[in-house]
Structures are given as structure tokens and as C-alpha cells.
């Protein structure tokens, strides 16, 4: 069978235009070769085909005794058979009105005889198998012949199914591969700057764990009263303020030199082949000047400076684990000195600094006069402004002083025992706040607490905890363990893993901290119980960045494709909620609902019948628990 020379034109037929969609998979194949050939033994024709439509052609992927060549479909026989979705036969083409003029019949291929079977793909015709013969056939083939016709039709259907779903999983592999690799570049990557972040330098600093290493240089950099010009100009002004100096650190560093960002205005470098503190010195000088230069933004020269601590391994330390809190101890003596220079480490700063120590006594002080205390921040409703749940923050309170944040004692969340005294009084603490208010007939949905890697690395924290539900007859369901993604992954014990899974088992709910930022990626996910992840607040105070809302609506696909729970966090301005509701998502907190308050205000605002603050789009919900503003 040659090709015809008839314009290629579109098939404009009743039932549509039949299209085999795999373009990639068009070429003639010596298996289909097979089911052509036994198609002309059985049915006694000197010729026969498997044919595919696409592109308004005809493809031959198996046949014998015609020519493999494609054609336009409009001189097909196979399009009408395709067409019809059943059997055909044609018994003398030059006596048919449909097909008397066609070159194949008029021309050498001499067509007389045609009988052909649909292929279908889940019930789409996507070709034929067929029957050819250069003499007419008055009376078809025998019922034995179409019956055997039929089953080779069906066979070789089934082979372009199989073809079609092997074909279907490599997509779904490489697109999955392609959300992989990007996960692990945001997991690697500050969302902000696009340097790398703290679990990048966890895995330089790792790979670097080894004798054989070559020297290398890490510095701690500070960027200098950032949060003065955060506060006075914006956080978008601060924001453009952490991109430039994350530029000019990379252009005043080497090609292999590795910039970190650690969150807000904390930065590293990490530099290969330093083999002395001169030369660490020089390359802290360079970063030093070049943030010398005034930073532009919407016409204002800001002017910011940038302090640094060095240290070097294995000059300072045979730990490469230590090389950090070395050249962080540096930079506190840098910033101890008046900011805006560089200072190497020295073995004598450690004795000098006792920050940890006084967070360490701050705490036991605190616990000890019973000033660790939860306060809570209500999960809101982002479209009708209701109250669904809470979360307990830990707070010290000191008598005549207002509310003191957590990180004042950060150091004693390092300390195994006093962590999980903390841990206790906090459990103990907001269980009994939710049975006052649970007897008190006030509608909290879940509250949610803290725990630290501390503390699941306890065997006995799962059955303590459960205990400790059945003491205060709390339901496990109206409880959830908030977990930073990145404890999970920095601990990968098995002590953790089962702790995490009792607790789940049990019935109380768990859910991913700041979830995007740290390096949790796709992969991890199925191998912990989650049913909830929090959106870190840095992606929803840009939203009006492209990237960060294509990275809040790709975490809220990827949520609701595994049907976890997800709750923004840092809702700050209406334009916030609106634009995450557009988004998809349904529960947010954050200071334009409430900041955190004491156990007392949020019964208050628990006890209220009807809403008396301004939510976001100004409606109100009667008989539904609501937070005055002038709460907070």
C-alpha cells in the first residue's frame, strides 16, 4: 500500500476526530508485525495491518505485505472503521461510493477487499486491524475468520493499553521527580534571599566530616540593627534589605564558597581551602566593604553594616560540629565590641560568654516560681472570622513585667531535663485550662501545643501523655502535638518515630510546624502520621510575591492531596486572608484576629455569643466562640 497524493485535511465525521493521543509511540514494531501476520493466515488475504490515527494520518505500527509508510487519513480505509467503533468489511471497493475513487483502489495498490476491527483504548477508537486483498470478496470472510479477527483486534487493543499505562507511569515519575527536585531545592534554599539555608549548611558541614577534608573557614554574620529599619520602614522594605545583602554576599565571595541564610537577619559563609586566619581575615574584610555602599529603596539611601565571627577547621577545633558555635561565640564578642567589624575566635570567648548559662538559670528560676505559662493564639476561620481552635505558647511571667517570649531562655530547651520539666508544666497546664473550659460548656475546637525533640526522644512521653488525658478526661481528638518538621529530621531515631506514632495511634492529632521552611520534602511525608501543616508566616507575609504564592498554593495541593489539614500562620492584614482564601485555604492565625493571651481572655472571648471584632471580610457568625480585639 504506497501513500496517496490527496491534501492533508481534517476528518469531519459524526462521531469526532479519533486521535491515538501517545505521538511518541507511532513506529512500526515487529510485534505488532506478528498480529498483522497471523490476521492474513487466518483470514487467507495477501495483506494486513495494525494501523494508529493521529495528526490527521494514518501510522502503520505492524503489518505485512503493504508498505509501512504513513498516510493522510482521509485516504484511510481504517478511519471508517475507527469511525464506526465496530466491525467493517468492504467487499468491492471500486463498486463502493466511499471509497471507489480513492487512490488505493484506482492507483497500484489495487485495493478490492477490506475488512477491519476497531482498536479501543478504554473505549476510544484509536485504530484498526485489518485485512487487505487486491480481489473482491463477494461474500466477506466466514464468521470463523471475523471471529478471529476480533480476538487479534482485542489482543493487540490490550497491548496499547498496556503500552499506554507504562507510557502514563514514566509521566507520572518524571513529574513527581520534577516536585522532588523541587521540594529539595526550597528545602536546601531560603524562600527569600536563594541562598541556602540551615539545612544546606547541615549537609555541607556533614560532608565535611572527614579527615580528609580540606581545611576550610565558616563565618557568622549579623546584619546590623536590621530590626530597627524593619520597624521603621516596613517589612518589605526589610525583606529588599536581606535580598541585596544575600547579593552582595555572593558576588564578594568565591564560586565555591557557600552562602547561608539562617533565618531573619543571621547569615554564614562557608569557605574551602582556608588554611589560615589571614586569609579568612582578608575574606571577611571584602564582606565587610562591600556592604559599605548605600542600599537604595524607593529612593532612600539605607545605611546598614554587617558585623562577622570566623573560625577555622581544624585550626580551632577538630570537631566540624563545633566550628559553628565557635565562629557564632566570635560574632557575639564582634557585636560585644560596637558592630561592624570582624572578629577571629579565641579559645578564651567561651569562658566569657555565659548567655547560655543565664537562659539555662532564667528557666529553672521561672519554673520553679511557677512564671512558665501558656498563652493562646485562636485558629481562625478566614472567611466568616470564628474561632476553630487554639494554640498554647509558652510565655514568662514575671510579676510587674509584660509577657517575656520564649527565646529568652532558648538554651534550656538543649538541656534534656529541665526541656521535659518545661514540657511537663506546659501539658499539665493547658489540659487543665481546657477542662475548666470544657465545664464551663465553652466550645475551644482543638488546642494545639508545642514539643520539642526533647521530648519525643523520651520512651515514656507517649504513655505520659496519654495519662495525663485520662486525669483531666480530655478526649485525645481535642489535642494536637505542633512538631517542628526540621526535629523530626534532625532525630531520625527509632525512639522518636514510635513516640510520635503512639501518641498518634492514641488519638491525638499531629501537625508540622512551619512547614516549607526547613527539610522536610515530599518524600518524608508518608513516613510520619501528620494530619496538619502549618504554613510558615515568612511565605504569607509575601504573598504578593509570585513565587511565594506559587509556593503557598503548591503546599495546599499537596495537602489536600493527602488530606492533611492546613492552617496559615502570621495573618496580619485583611489583604492576608483574602488573598489565602483565593488560594484555598480556610484556617489562619495571626495578629489581625489576635497575639497570644492568657487562659482568662480566652475563656472571655470563648464565653461571647456573638462576634464583636472586624474579620476580614466583616461578617459575623452568632452563637460561635469570638475574640474582641480589644482583648488583645
Request: glycine share 8%.
Amino acid at each position: 500500500m504506497t501513500k496517496g497524493a490527496s491534501p492533508l485535511r481534517q476528518i469531519d465525521e459524526p462521531y469526532g476526530k479519533p486521535s491515538w493521543r501517545f505521538t511518541d509511540d507511532l513506529e512500526a514494531e515487529p510485534e505488532f508485525d506478528h498480529f498483522a501476520s497471523l490476521a492474513a493466515t487466518v483470514c487467507g488475504t495477501p495483506a494486513a495491518a495494525v494501523t494508529l490515527i493521529a495528526q490527521n494520518m494514518q501510522w502503520i505500527k505492524g503489518a505485512v505485505g503493504i508498505d509501512r509508510g504513513a498516510m493522510p487519513a482521509d485516504q484511510s480505509f481504517c478511519i471508517h472503521t475507527v469511525h464506526a467503533q465496530q466491525y467493517l468489511a468492504v467487499e468491492d471497493a471500486s463498486m463502493d461510493a466511499r471509497f471507489r475513487n480513492n487512490p488505493l483502489v484506482t492507483g497500484p495498490d489495487h485495493i478490492r477487499f477490506y475488512a477491519g476491527m476497531p482498536l479501543l483504548i478504554d473505549g476510544e477508537p484509536v485504530g484498526a486491524l485489518c485485512v487487505i486483498d487486491t480481489e473482491a470478496r463477494a461474500h466477506g470472510l466466514s464468521s470463523e475468520q471475523r471471529q478471529a479477527l476480533a480476538m487479534l483486534a482485542t489482543q493487540a487493543s490490550l497491548q496499547l493499553q498496556l503500552r499506554r499505562a507504562v507510557s502514563e507511569r514514566d509521566d507520572a515519575v518524571r513529574e513527581l521527580n520534577s516536585v522532588v527536585g523541587q521540594l529539595s531545592w526550597v528545602a536546601t534554599h531560603d524562600h527569600l534571599t536563594g541562598v541556602g539555608n540551615r539545612a544546606l549548611l547541615r549537609q555541607t558541614l556533614e560532608s565535611r566530616a572527614d579527615t580528609q577534608t580540606p581545611p576550610f573557614g565558616l563565618l557568622a554574620i549579623d546584619v546590623d540593627h536590621f530590626k530597627q529599619i524593619n520597624d521603621s520602614f516596613g517589612h518589605q522594605t526589610g525583606d529588599e534589605l536581606l535580598k541585596e545583602i544575600a547579593r552582595r554576599l555572593t558576588q564578594s565571595v568565591r564560586t565555591d564558597d557557600i552562602v547561608i541564610r539562617f533565618g531573619g537577619d543571621e547569615f554564614a559563609v562557608v569557605l574551602d581551602g582556608m588554611a589560615d586566619e589571614i586569609q579568612l581575615a582578608e575574606l571577611a574584610d571584602r564582606l565587610l566593604n562591600a556592604m559599605r555602599a548605600p542600599f537604595l529603596h524607593d529612593g532612600r539611601a539605607l545605611e546598614c553594616r554587617i558585623t562577622i565571627g570566623g573560625a577555622l577547621w581544624p585550626h580551632h577545633s577538630l570537631e566540624v560540629s563545633e566550628v559553628v558555635r565557635y565562629a557564632d561565640a566570635a560574632l557575639y564578642e564582634a557585636k560585644s565590641r560596637g558592630r561592624g567589624v570582624f572578629v577571629m575566635f579565641e579559645k578564651h570567648l567561651l569562658a566569657e560568654q555565659s548567655r547560655g548559662r543565664i537562659e539555662i538559670a532564667r528557666a529553672r528560676t521561672a519554673l520553679a516560681a511557677g512564671q512558665i505559662v501558656p498563652f493562646y493564639q485562636p485558629k481562625v476561620d478566614l472567611k466568616h472570622g470564628t474561632i476553630l481552635g487554639l494554640e498554647a505558647l509558652l510565655r514568662i511571667v514575671e510579676p510587674g513585667r509584660v509577657a517575656i517570649l520564649p527565646h529568652s531562655i532558648a538554651a534550656a530547651f538543649d538541656e534534656a531535663e529541665l526541656a521535659q520539666a518545661i514540657g511537663r508544666s506546659m501539658l499539665d497546664q493547658v489540659l487543665r485550662d481546657m477542662r475548666r473550659w470544657l465545664d464551663a460548656g465553652l466550645q475551644f475546637g482543638r488546642v494545639a501545643i508545642n514539643v520539642s525533640a526533647t521530648e519525643l526522644g523520651d520512651p515514656t512521653y507517649a504513655d505520659r501523655l496519654t495519662a495525663a488525658l485520662a486525669e483531666h478526661d480530655i478526649a485525645p481528638g481535642r489535642l494536637e502535638l505542633e512538631i517542628l518538621e526540621t526535629v523530626l529530621l534532625d532525630q531520625r531515631s527509632a525512639v522518636m518515630l514510635a513516640t510520635v506514632r503512639a501518641v498518634s495511634d492514641a488519638g491525638v492529632r499531629i501537625a508540622f510546624d512551619d512547614f516549607g521552611t526547613g527539610y522536610a520534602a515530599l518524600a518524608h511525608l508518608p513516613s510520619f502520621p501528620v494530619d496538619t501543616i502549618k504554613i510558615d508566616q515568612l511565605f504569607v507575609r509575601q504573598l504578593d510575591d509570585g513565587a511565594n504564592q506559587a509556593i503557598v498554593r503548591a503546599l495546599l495541593a499537596l495537602a489536600s492531596e493527602l488530606g492533611l489539614e492546613a492552617i496559615a500562620e502570621g495573618v496580619e492584614t485583611p489583604r492576608h486572608a483574602a488573598q489565602l482564601l483565593s488560594l484555598g485555604c480556610a484556617i489562619g492565625q495571626g495578629f489581625l484576629y489576635s497575639k497570644a493571651l492568657p487562659a482568662e481572655k480566652i475563656a472571655h472571648a470563648l464565653s461571647r455569643q456573638a462576634r464583636t471584632f472586624r474579620s476580614p471580610l466583616n461578617r459575623s457568625i452568632p452563637g460561635r466562640p469570638s475574640l474582641s480585639r480589644k482583648a488583645a
